[in-house]
């Protein structure tokens, strides 16, 4: 079956530093990534997302590219802020069958970015 | 308001008492999920709708139970709640394609003491 594989966390950083959040997939048919956002207290948010190979998905200054050939969607942002405080799932939604596009997470990657 | 919202917010209620949890969507989705997240086992599925006749178990449905009042409205029943069900509800809404994601609500927190 499908699975999401990412980086274990915390992940502790000072502002301004670079960010990477790994991802990597598994699927049986060809998926949408996408990378939701969960900041404290709130549901999740959908950040960013890549329909197909060698997309790149990109918001507020975060980006991933789809990568098939690696099987991957590597999150990146080049200067954090205190402000993406938050955990961040990867996703893939692939056909199940019967048309479910369910969505598969990752279980999640708590970022801290301390001032 | 919100695209989906869910209520309450939080409730902490006893061992054995039954409880109802709500959400309601105004995106037009037909398709509605209800998933718990506890520390550091990520999202579960518990129930998922495709439409207002079909009902599907997911991976964590025993205890739980759904109903489907209405294309907009989803909600889930703790029967006789116990205290390993303490933990944050979602629900979500999707369109029926591979490439839309989901919505979410902003949660429910949900202790059994």
């Known amino acids: 079956g499908d699975s999401v594989t990412q980086m274990e966390g915390p992940v502790t950083l000072s502002e301004e530093a670079f960010l990477t959040i790994n991802c990597t997939y598994t699927?049986?048919?060809?998926?949408?990534l996408f990378w939701y956002v969960q900041y404290p207290g709130e549901g999740l948010q959908l950040l960013l997302k890549?329909?197909?190979?060698?997309d790149k998905g990109s918001n507020k200054g975060f980006e991933a590219t789809y990568r098939k050939e690696t099987t991957s969607f590597h999150l990146e942002k080049g200067s954090v802020q205190v402000s993406d405080s938050a955990v961040y799932f990867c996703?893939?939604?692939?056909?199940?069958?019967?048309?479910?596009?369910?969505?598969?997470f990752g279980k999640g990657t708590k970022l801290s970015v301390i001032p | 308001d919100a695209d989906v919202t869910q209520t309450p917010r939080n409730r902490i209620t006893k061992t054995g008492k039954r409880i109802m949890l709500e959400c309601s969507q105004t995106?037009?989705?037909?398709?509605m999920y209800w998933y718990r997240q506890d520390p550091g086992l990520g999202l579960r599925l518990i129930y998922y709708?495709?439409?207002?006749?079909?009902?599907n178990k997911g991976e964590i449905s025993d205890g739980y139970s759904v109903s489907r009042q209405a294309q907009a409205k989803f909600s889930l029943s703790l029967e006789s709640a116990i205290p390993n069900q303490t933990a944050l509800y979602f629900c979500?809404?999707?369109?029926?394609?591979?490439?839309?994601?989901?919505?979410f609500g902003s949660g429910t927190r949900l202790t059994v003491v």
């Open positions: 699927a049986t048919g060809y998926p949408s």
């Open positions: 996703a893939l939604s692939d056909d199940s069958g019967a048309g479910s596009y369910q969505l598969t």
């Open positions: 709708s495709f439409d207002v006749k079909d009902i």
């Open positions: 995106k037009g989705h037909d398709r």
């Open positions: 890549a329909t197909k190979a060698d």
């Open positions: 979500a809404t999707s369109e029926s394609t591979r490439r839309s994601g989901y919505t």
